[in-house]
């Protein structure tokens, strides 16, 4: 417990020492006028009339993300499985999802943008990051029951899909749960990114803008909550997949 | 107790099969790189009776392993056939009629103990038979275990519970794969008692492979000893001592004799 609370205290004096060596920079000027003193920036979120900006945003992405992780998640347990039940497709489906991760977001926008649409488009390049990072750990935790239990599943006389229901699946929630933790922060981050390729509204939008419009306050304010979107949900991830590592590990 | 007995010789002859094990002529090579092959396995023939308790004996790497991995279908011969109640092993497996226990207990870590043991009426797609499990667990004497998880239990019991897995569907024949073979010597002891104990109750067809003489001799009919490189079949002796779950036995000049005979083998095997 003293060990916990240790680290909890070095966490906690570290984010204090950064956010203060941040004011410092701002106060001065060290930086010139793009970086504002962090206590400006806290002001500008505080003041309510800024919520409604803020929050219609924050709300835009979050949802984006959300869709487009859960389309993710779901498209990445299918393929694994597929991959699993069909041997055969295996290779195949390795090589297009590594394929499709090598091509970068920015390469594929304008082609997005033609099929998906303006609003479409961060979710699926959303949809796209976290297909590939859940098909990877969840084939690699499919793989992970080892011989024991492959050997005991064939002399019970079990058919494939009885050995993958039963052995293969909950072996792979410790690794399914850590690409989650992996997911998490690309949900936030591929929505921005896709948000920039002319969306109406999301905190992408208000980075396009606020650059624009020379509104440093706004600027860092986005930067902000996007950055404790990632964190609130990397922190999700983190708890479920502690859970999941008690119970099937 | 006496119900496990019922059920055993219920369900065995209503299956109308025969359940003695045949190998004949099996030999076994691997192939290495660059065309040559190691053999393992060359000229088995073993034949175990319906109802007989056979050990296979021999130094580590002899090839003992894959002899049983081949009565389980896990491995296929080079040569030769090996036939399990007249069918092929795989065929076995398929019907549910066959019960394993390998050297690591291979239970699954989500389930509880009660859990693990009807995992095989689930894989079958069988109704669970409760008070069958029941029995069967304060047979191999994990009664108060039942909803433990593997991770919280001491090695012996992860064995029982992983004995009591095996023998839940009544099989035919009982592969026991050096099911002992990590715990220390006076746990070890303790349990070659419990399975002699269950084993006189059940009288299954089984195959245990061991390297362990004390353990041959305690639990066996006969003991196959085997030599290595490549894994033949040096010897065979039949035990005919009296009360075998007796605790006195292993203090027994006769048993002492056989032992002391079979370990030189071992030892004059190793020197080989």
Same mark, same amino acid.
């Given at each position: ?76 347990? =299918?393929?694994?499985?597929?991959? $699993?039940? #069909? +041997?055969? !497709?295996?290779? &195949? *489906?390795?090589?297009? %999802? ?66 993958? =229901?039963?052995?293969?699946?909950? $072996?792979? #929630? +410790?690794? !399914?749960?850590? &690409? *989650?933790?992996?997911? %998490? ?65 | ?272």
């Amino acid at each position: 417990m003293s060990s916990r609370l240790r680290t909890a205290v070095y966490g906690v004096a570290g984010v204090v020492v950064l956010l203060v060596i941040a004011q410092i920079i701002g106060t001065t000027g060290l930086l010139g006028p793009t970086w504002p003193p962090i206590t400006e920036v806290a002001a500008f979120l505080f003041d309510p009339s800024n919520h409604r900006l803020l929050g219609n945003a924050l709300a835009a992405t979050v949802s984006e993300a959300a869709l487009g992780g859960l389309i993710g998640i779901v498209a990445g347990i =299918g393929f694994a499985l597929i991959a $699993a039940l #069909l +041997p055969l !497709l295996a290779p &195949g *489906l390795d090589r297009f %999802a590594a394929l499709i991760d090598a091509v970068p977001a920015i390469a594929l926008a304008p082609f997005l943008i033609l099929v998906f649409g303006r609003e479409g488009t961060p979710v699926i390049i959303v949809a796209l990051s976290v297909t590939f990072i859940i098909y990877i750990s969840t084939s690699s935790g499919l793989d992970s029951a080892g011989r024991p239990y492959r050997d005991l599943f064939s002399v019970l006389g079990a058919r494939r899909a009885v050995r993958l =229901g039963r052995v293969d699946v909950p $072996a792979a #929630l +410790p690794k !399914l749960f850590d &690409g *989650l933790t992996l997911a %998490a922060p690309a949900m936030i981050l591929g929505a921005t990114i896709g948000e920039w390729f002319g969306a109406r509204r999301g905190l992408g939008v208000l980075f396009v803008s606020a650059m624009q419009n020379y509104r440093i306050e706004l600027l860092w304010s986005a930067a902000v909550l996007a950055v404790l979107c990632s964190l609130i949900v990397y922190g999700a991830a983190l708890l479920a997949q502690r859970a999941v590592v008690r119970r099937f590990a | 107790m006496s119900s496990v007995l019922q059920q055993a010789s219920v369900t065995a002859p209503s299956t109308g099969s025969t359940r003695e094990i045949a190998l004949t002529g099996v030999a076994k090579t691997y192939p290495l790189k660059r065309g040559a092959s190691v053999t393992a396995l060359a000229g088995i023939d073993l034949e175990i009776a319906d109802g007989e308790f056979v050990a296979l004996l021999g130094p580590s790497g002899c090839g003992k392993s894959t002899v049983l991995r081949i009565v389980a279908g896990l491995e296929q011969p080079s040569t030769g056939t090996v036939s399990v109640g007249g069918a092929s092993p795989q065929a076995l497996s398929k019907a549910h009629r066959l019960g394993v226990a390998f050297q690591e207990h291979s239970l699954l870590p989500w389930l509880t103990v009660r859990q693990n043991i009807t995992l095989p009426y689930k894989v079958a797609g069988r109704p669970v038979d409760t008070a069958h499990v029941r029995e069967l667990i304060d047979l191999v004497g994990l009664g108060g275990f039942e909803d433990a998880r593997p991770k919280h239990l001491s090695g012996g019991m992860r064995q029982r519970a992983s004995i009591a897995r095996a023998l839940v569907l009544d099989p035919d024949v009982l592969l026991l794969d050096e099911p002992f073979g990590a715990l220390d010597a006076v746990t070890r002891r303790r349990m070659n008692k419990e399975l002699a104990r269950i084993w006189a109750e059940l009288r299954i067809t089984t195959l245990l492979v061991t390297h362990d003489v004390d353990e041959a001799v305690l639990l066996a009919d006969r003991v196959v000893v085997m030599t290595g490189r490549p894994g033949r079949i040096r010897h065979i002796e039949g035990i005919d001592l009296p009360l075998r779950e007796h605790t006195e036995l292993t203090r027994s000049p006769e048993f002492h004799e056989i032992v002391d005979r079979l370990t030189g083998m071992l030892e004059t095997t190793k020197a080989a």
